[in-house]
């Protein structure tokens, strides 16, 4: 999201993007003065000077996309006569009037312009502005000025050098790669807001960290934008000792470079796994050895996972695996004793205009005012876990938090997420051990209504469905979720099944798993079945087919202990 005039109209400042500019400066200056390099000090201090309608100007062009800017397409009515507001920005060297080669000028003019201002004979008119482009590529190779290839047009084209740098800034005060400067407009709108968490932490403590984050920076830009592969891997950084969370932004980059490789260098992608410690490496290895032929190796890695697995996650692509190269070696493969959770089968009229079926099975399970049917997925159990975590989850941890638009803590997605809260976490489960934890929930509800957490689901939790989880959903129940979260929170906080069904008079629920024809369950759906299962929990898969021209004969059955089970043994499913 950009800013536009549209939100000059709705927020009462028309400056708000200038004086949103403002405020990052100033905190980078507060929180990483002494690490600013001269030009960073140096655009800084000169952009105090400058007259507010140039600062404007050079902002507008930071937050938009592209290097070069027409003269006629920058009109704001804040910052008024658009040429005189660019001239102080000419004079100190920030804009600059560029050469133009044949491929900018192409994308920055329309088809028309093309053809009017470089006066194209009549037989090109009939190509496509795409095929104008090859053509202008062939015939004008050089680079001119603006002006040099639309001498009559009163135009005139920009590009900010100091964009750059805008960049940079951008990333040093968010400390990641995702958010922009939209954030601010999304928080004065209203339409975010985010939890105000004391003392934050400065995200970088060197100018060495700086220097090394946007290094990483590139190297993800680079490989996005499909350069060679191994011009990006000699680019990434070495191992970031005095940084955790650099440290694990550096293994995430390995990884999405390896998984590049496996398209075309299986080697490759080997080689930059075996250094590769981000969770998924060690098993992705494995399965490029099986794919090579080099079976005893891949045997040899997932005997080394099974004693000493990352998370649940790769102990159940050990149980997988490990079978299916044991029968390539010759060897006796151990037997797993299978899961067996709880299943029900229904068949739904087929339909012309198909709504999703886990809707229709939701309509279908629904009992009158006996019971109660809610489609939730992820939402529900996570939500109810934000809410009574919420203080461990914010709490003001050194590093984790760098500014004002978290929506988490910045090492949620690390190992160490739980380990560093686990006293502050403790607390938070104790309250279940009474009904304490009811009130906590139903005010932190109240409370932080509306602000940003990555696990409460704002738009699927309500009043009336916070007030069925709590009367039916048995605290004890309630403790096993939330560990079971906590123990990995990445890979945990999904799976969830599709629907849960409320019964209010006996207080009691049951999770089901949908899957139509066809669907199979996903990995981290089966391992959250499995743990209900054995912890004895109310977990169903519910098998849809259709039939058509006839209606549902099937009626679910009303308890979990009538429903036939379904095996998931470790290899069930999967091939």
């Known amino acids: 999201m950009l800013a536009t005039p549209e939100y000059s109209r709705i927020l009462p400042d028309p400056l708000y993007y200038l004086n949103n500019f403002r405020s990052v400066l100033a905190s980078l200056q507060k929180r990483y003065g002494e690490l600013l390099s001269a030009e960073e000090r140096e ?18 062009m930071f937050m938009r996309r592209g290097t070069f800017f027409r003269l006629s397409r920058l009109r704001y009515p804040e910052i008024g006569d ?54 202008l590529r062939e015939q004008c190779p050089d680079s001119r000025p603006f002006r040099g290839w639309c001498a009559h047009s009163p135009d005139r084209v920009f590009h900010p050098l100091v964009k750059p740098l805008a960049e940079r800034f951008r990333l040093m005060f968010f400390g990641n790669f995702r958010q922009d400067w939209s954030e601010f407009v999304l928080a004065d709108l209203g339409i975010t807001s985010y939890e105000s968490v004391p003392g934050h932490s400065a995200a970088f403590r060197t100018r060495a960290q700086i220097e090394v984050f946007h290094q990483l920076y590139r190297c ?21 000792a005095d940084s955790d969370w650099l440290e694990d932004l550096r293994q995430r980059l390995l990884f999405k470079v390896a998984a590049a490789y496996e398209r075309s260098d299986v080697a490759a992608a080997l080689a930059v796994l075996s250094a590769c410690r981000h969770r998924g490496a060690r098993m992705r290895s494995a399965l490029l050895l099986e794919r ?5 190796a891949a045997h040899d890695l997932c005997l080394a996972a099974r004693s000493n697995p990352q998370n649940e996650a790769e102990r159940q692509h050990v149980l997988r695996l490990l079978p299916r190269l044991s029968r390539r070696l010759g060897l006796t493969a151990e037997k797993t004793t299978p899961v067996a959770v709880a299943s029900f089968h229904v068949v739904l009229k087929e339909l012309p205009e198909e709504p999703a079926v886990e809707m229709r099975i939701r309509d279908h399970l629904q009992d009158g005012s006996h019971t ?8 529900l159990i996570n939500s109810l876990f934000g809410l009574l975590c919420w203080d461990a989850i914010f709490a003001p941890i050194p590093g984790a938090f760098f500014h004002d638009f978290q929506y988490g803590p910045a090492d949620l997605k690390s190992g160490y997420f739980y380990e560093r809260r686990r006293d502050r976490f403790a607390e938070c489960f104790a309250a279940l051990e009474s009904r304490h934890y009811e009130e906590i929930i139903r005010r932190r509800f109240v409370e932080k209504a509306g602000i940003q957490s990555p ?30 979260i906590v123990r990995d929170v990445m890979e945990n906080c999904t799976g969830f099944p599709d629907l849960v069904q409320f019964w209010p008079d006996e207080r009691r629920y049951r999770l089901i798993e949908v899957k139509g024809p066809g669907d199979r369950l996903q990995d981290n759906q089966r391992r959250f079945l499995e743990f209900c299962t054995e912890q004895r929990m109310p977990v169903s898969v519910c098998r849809v087919s259709f039939a058509r021209g006839r209606q549902n004969p099937a009626v679910p059955p009303p308890s979990i202990a009538s429903a036939a089970p379904v095996v998931l043994a470790a290899s069930s499913e999967a091939k």
Request: proline letters at 7%; glycine letters at 2%.
């Open 43 to 60: 655009f800084i201090t000169l952009f105090a000077t400058l007259p507010v309608p140039s600062c404007a100007l050079m902002v507008r």
């Open 82 to 135: 658009t040429a005189a507001a660019a001239e102080p920005l000419l004079r100190v060297r920030w804009l600059e009037e560029p050469v133009l080669d044949a491929a900018a000028l192409h994308r920055l003019l329309t088809k028309s312009e093309l053809l009017d201002h470089l006066a194209l004979p009549q037989p090109l008119h009939r190509l496509k502005k795409m095929e104008l482009l090859a053509m």
């Open 220 to 240: 993800r830009r680079d490989l996005d934008e499909g350069m060679a592969l191994e011009k990006v891997l000699a680019a990434i950084p070495l191992p970031i």
């Open 292 to 296: 090579l032929g080099e079976w005893r």
């Open 372 to 379: 109660s049917v809610h489609y939730v997925e992820n939402g």
């Open 455 to 484: 696990f409460v689901a704002w738009g699927l939790l309500s009043a009336p469905l916070l007030e069925l989880a709590l009367a039916c959903f048995a605290a004890a129940d309630l403790r096993r979720w939330f560990e079971w």
